[in-house]
């Protein structure tokens, strides 16, 4: 399952995950190219992850990927099966 939403004053957008395992990977995608192609470049994403739930890095990366491809500048992750808060900043990529 998974909640997109997108906040076009602020430039943001902001993904809740509750795993990869019940995602229907074409609608999701194409709801996040949906909500990504909205915004414009240089875009921030908060991505909320359950907590007590595990997220593969591979998974997490090909998300990132997408995100980049788009415009992303700025990713914050929050939860995780750690609960933890981490900060990760790119570059915003020019295509």
């Known amino acids: 399952m ?24 074409e609608s999701f995608v194409s709801d996040i190219e949906q909500a990504a192609a909205n915004l414009p470049l240089g875009f921030s994403c908060i991505i909320i992850l359950y907590k007590y ?5 591979k998974q997490l990366q090909d998300l990132e990927d997408l995100l980049y491809a788009y415009g992303l500048k700025t990713i914050v992750y929050v939860g995780g099966h750690h609960h933890s808060f981490f900060r990760h900043k790119a570059s915003l990529k020019q295509t």
Request: proline share 3%; hydrophobic share 35%.
């Open 2 to 25: 998974h909640e997109i939403e997108t906040d076009h004053n602020k430039n943001l957008l902001v993904i809740r995950l509750n795993g990869f395992q019940s995602l229907n990977r």
């Open 53 to 57: 739930k595990i997220f593969p890095n």
